[in-house]
């Protein structure tokens, strides 16, 4: 979804740049606007008899609603509620410019529900949620010219991008698709990392702890940790290095952190509306600030590589300065827009 096909976009209201951006309070979307995509031309397709121009021309508008607004249709607490509708223009060409589809990208499993609210518009026979894109499939009943969808919803716990930040498309009845861009769910929740205390005590099964991350959750936490690691390979070793205890060598001490480490971002990467242990990678994941005065140094992506390089060093400085830099995102040092462990 990477590559615009975008013949002519309009945006009327830009979104949010981010999550501090957003007035919780006020009535109304918190962000609205409107894109309007025009496919290819008849023309284009030797097909000018057919028409003089676009062989359609879809609008979406979007809204996007924080969890405390009063008018947010689909509230969830933590979450970001986003309202799209797409309206085939009454000139689109019948049959072949009735659309078929709608489809979003999002964040790597940072969707929590989709679906569509019930009004006068075309409903949708299904709703896919794929890790990295949301769609509304119409294959039933199509979007035909002067007809515009329900109401269709996204629930993520990130937060709106501006409006060139999103891909999106439309499909039409006979396959001929058009990308554009428009506000969907960019930013990175607040960051809740935990210490390596509350991971061992979790892995240990201790009480009060095991409603976190339950059914299997933690297994799969601990996989997508060993999968993102240079340094673990398997389980076994993450969790050796986890629960190491006692009088230990300084490579020992930064394993441990490590494992820590890789567990946050892992619990981040799947389950990213938990509000208890969670860093994000990408481009608008979670930044770490080095050196205390408050802007970015780095993003926690790149603090992984540069502790997992300096342990795999064999200097004991470089390794020395892996354990520090470990721990101390571990323990929310230097970690910008930090959130509250629930």
């Known amino acids: ?16 740049a981010s999550i501090a951006a957003v007035n919780p ?10 894109v309007i995509i025009e496919s290819v031309t008849c023309a284009s397709l030797n097909l000018p008899g057919l028409c003089d121009d676009a062989l359609y021309t879809a609008i979406n508008t979007y809204k996007v609603y924080a969890d405390t607004n009063p008018d947010n249709p689909m509230p969830s607490p933590g979450h970001f509620t986003y309202i799209y509708k797409i309206v085939n223009d009454p000139d689109s060409v019948p049959l072949v410019g009735s659309l078929r589809r709608f489809d979003t990208e999002t964040p790597a499993s940072g969707t ?9 518009g075309v409903e949708p026979n299904d709703v896919e949620v794929q890790s990295t894109v949301v769609r509304w499939v119409f294959e039933e009943d199509f979007i035909d010219p002067g007809e515009a969808s329900e109401e269709l919803y996204l629930i993520s716990a990130f937060g709106p991008g501006l409006v060139t930040e999103t891909t999106a498309g439309v499909g039409s009845a006979f396959a001929i698709d058009t990308q554009m861009t428009s506000v969907g769910p960019v ?11 509350f991971w061992k005590n979790r892995q240990f099964e201790a009480d009060g702890l095991l409603k976190f991350f339950p059914d299997g959750q933690f297994d799969d936490v601990k996989a997508e940790a060993v999968a993102i690691s240079s340094v673990f390979s398997t389980e076994a070793e993450l969790v050796a290095a986890l629960t190491s205890k006692g009088a230990r060598d300084i490579e020992t001490r930064a394993r441990q952190q490590l494992a820590a480490l890789l567990l946050n971002i892992a619990a981040g990467d799947l389950y990213s509306s938990n509000t208890k242990c969670r860093l994000f990678t990408g481009e608008h994941g979670t930044e770490i600030d080095t050196t205390g005065d408050g802007i970015a140094d780095m993003n926690v992506e790149a603090a992984l590589v540069l502790i997992e ?16 830099l470990a721990d101390d995102i571990n323990n929310g040092f230097g970690v910008l827009n930090l959130g509250v462990f629930e």
């Open 309 to 324: 390089s300096n342990l795999l060093s064999g200097d004991e400085q470089l390794i020395a300065d892996a354990h520090s």
């Open 1 to 16: 979804m990477r590559n615009l096909n975008l013949l002519r976009t309009t945006a009327v209201a830009a979104a949010m």
């Open 25 to 34: 309070a006020k009535a109304a979307p918190d962000a609205e606007g409107t």
């Open 112 to 120: 929590i529900a989709a679906g569509f609210l019930d009004g006068s």
């Open 187 to 197: 930013m990175a929740p607040p960051a809740v990392p935990c210490t390596i205390g």
